[in-house]
């Protein structure tokens, strides 16, 4: 079937049978349709609080985040296209995607996926997914990956595990039942990354590991290097600063592509509203006026959380990424807080596998075209 025979801008009848329910009379025969969403339609709005309207994910980005990086102001656009689909189910909105390209993006093969949310029926997954796919197909795509909300500095990654466990600022949160759903579509994990949840034993456990290392600091500071903490009463001017580090930082990190300051904040949205206490250093060494790494979190409570840590190449190895989570874990101290999380940390080696086996667990998926 065509893409355009399964899509327009209007609703059409396009029946499908779940799987199941092969054994229905044609009466009880469950009608999907999917439809493309003009930014412009009242059914924009419907798409933008499905999630939350539906009870179908809490936790997924609000309506006015959706709104702001979809909507006709959307930064995206000057470098990037998207489109937007919608399922229905006997005439209910049951699910959403979003296909996009990127023309900046490193790989010119590779268009993504994002803003997936679905009701638990693998059909309606199908039939959003096989949209998105032949629409990319269309742009001269040869792969699919996502979940990325067309830039990793919105949100992206699937949740993958520990389900029980609450959401702290900033992390991808699903229900359980979609990555079931995109295995079963022919997608794989192609990048994983793991969180750990830090109880007062351990959060003492890694305090005591650092104190083994206070001569290795004495060193390195003795090169040059201190640490500032990032003032909460400037976040617009500090975030300059880390919006600098980061593209100097993480350029080879799994799907960067590099934005500006302007979409830099668009994309990050209730991220940078004030709603969480944030907290964070940055890394100076003598020879330069501008900081040379530095450290994000937030406190939920009584949790501390340890979110970004990065250092720039040129110093990399000189003990400064020691000193940034020193001064982390002496916050921690001083706030008097009893737990943190050590969030989104790449699949591999970890200063928090000192404590045991992660809780919770995130991945991209993809497929060839």
Same mark, same amino acid.
């Given at each position: 079937?065509?893409?355009?025979?399964?899509?327009t801008?209007?609703?059409?009848?396009?029946?499908?049978?779940?799987?199941?329910?092969r054994?229905?009379?044609?009466?009880?025969?469950?009608q999907?349709?999917?439809?493309?969403?003009?930014?412009?339609?009242?059914?924009?709005h419907?798409?933008?609080?499905?999630?939350?309207?539906? !009870?179908? =994910?809490?936790?997924?980005?609000?309506?006015?985040?959706?709104?702001?990086?979809?909507?006709?102001? !959307?930064? +995206?656009y000057?470098? /990037?296209?998207?489109? #937007?689909?919608a399922?229905?189910k006997?005439?209910?909105?049951?699910?959403?995607?979003?296909?996009?390209? &990127?023309h900046?993006?490193?790989?010119?093969?590779?268009?993504?996926?994002?803003y997936f949310?679905?009701?638990? &029926?693998?059909?309606?997954?199908?039939?959003?997914?096989?949209?998105?796919?032949?629409?990319?197909?269309e742009?001269?795509k040869?792969?699919?990956?996502?979940?990325?909300? #067309?830039?990793?500095?919105?949100a992206?990654?699937?949740?993958?595990?520990?389900?029980a466990?609450?959401?702290?600022?900033?992390?991808?949160?699903?229900?359980?039942?979609?990555?079931?759903?995109?295995d079963?579509?022919?997608?794989?994990?192609?990048?994983?990354?793991n969180?750990?949840?830090i109880?007062?034993?351990?959060?003492?456990?890694?305090?005591?590991?650092?104190?083994?290392?206070?001569?290795?600091?004495?060193?390195?500071?003795?090169?040059?290097?201190?640490?500032?903490?990032?003032?909460?009463?400037?976040?617009?001017?500090?975030?300059l600063?880390?919006?600098?580090?980061?593209?100097?930082?993480?350029?080879? =990190?799994y799907?960067?592509?590099?934005?500006?300051?302007?979409?830099?904040?668009?994309?990050?949205?209730?991220?940078l509203?004030?709603?969480?206490?944030?907290s964070?250093?940055?890394?100076?060494?003598?020879? !330069?006026?501008?900081?040379?790494g530095f450290?994000?979190?937030?406190?939920?409570g009584?949790?501390?959380?340890f979110?970004? +840590?990065?250092?720039?190449?040129?110093h990399?190895? !000189?003990?400064?990424? &020691?000193?940034?989570?020193?001064?982390?874990?002496?916050?921690?101290?001083? =706030?008097?807080?009893?737990?943190?999380?050590?969030?989104?940390?790449?699949?591999?080696?970890?200063?928090?596998?000192?404590?045991?086996?992660?809780?919770?667990?995130?991945?991209?998926? /993809?497929r060839?075209?």
């Amino acid at each position: 079937m065509d893409i355009g025979d399964l899509v327009t801008n209007t609703t059409q009848s396009l029946p499908f049978l779940s799987a199941g329910k092969r054994d229905r009379s044609a009466d009880e025969v469950e009608q999907y349709t999917i439809a493309t969403i003009d930014r412009s339609s009242p059914e924009f709005h419907d798409f933008a609080v499905l999630p939350h309207a539906r !009870s179908l =994910n809490s936790l997924a980005p609000s309506a006015a985040d959706v709104i702001l990086q979809l909507g006709a102001d !959307s930064l +995206f656009y000057r470098h /990037g296209e998207a489109r #937007l689909f919608a399922c229905y189910k006997n005439g209910q909105l049951v699910g959403r995607v979003v296909a996009s390209v &990127d023309h900046h993006f490193p790989d010119p093969d590779v268009g993504h996926f994002g803003y997936f949310e679905v009701c638990q &029926d693998k059909a309606c997954a199908e039939m959003l997914m096989r949209a998105c796919e032949e629409w990319l197909r269309e742009k001269g795509k040869t792969r699919i990956e996502g979940p990325i909300n #067309l830039s990793i500095f919105a949100a992206y990654r699937l949740q993958t595990a520990g389900f029980a466990t609450q959401a702290f600022p900033g992390e991808p949160r699903n229900p359980k039942y979609y990555p079931g759903l995109l295995d079963s579509l022919g997608y794989r994990k192609v990048a994983l990354w793991n969180s750990w949840d830090i109880s007062a034993w351990a959060l003492r456990t890694l305090r005591a590991f650092d104190w083994l290392k206070r001569s290795k600091r004495r060193a390195t500071r003795s090169c040059g290097y201190r640490v500032e903490a990032l003032r909460t009463d400037r976040l617009e001017e500090e975030t300059l600063k880390i919006h600098r580090l980061v593209h100097e930082i993480f350029i080879d =990190n799994y799907a960067f592509s590099a934005i500006d300051f302007d979409e830099h904040v668009q994309m990050q949205g209730r991220a940078l509203d004030g709603s969480a206490k944030v907290s964070g250093a940055f890394l100076y060494h003598a020879a !330069s006026r501008n900081p040379v790494g530095f450290s994000y979190g937030f406190y939920r409570g009584q949790t501390a959380i340890f979110h970004t +840590f990065g250092v720039t190449s040129a110093h990399r190895g !000189s003990g400064g990424a &020691d000193l940034l989570y020193h001064e982390g874990l002496q916050d921690v101290h001083r =706030n008097g807080v009893s737990t943190a999380i050590g969030a989104l940390a790449k699949d591999g080696k970890s200063k928090y596998e000192r404590i045991g086996r992660p809780a919770r667990s995130y991945a991209i998926y /993809g497929r060839d075209l």
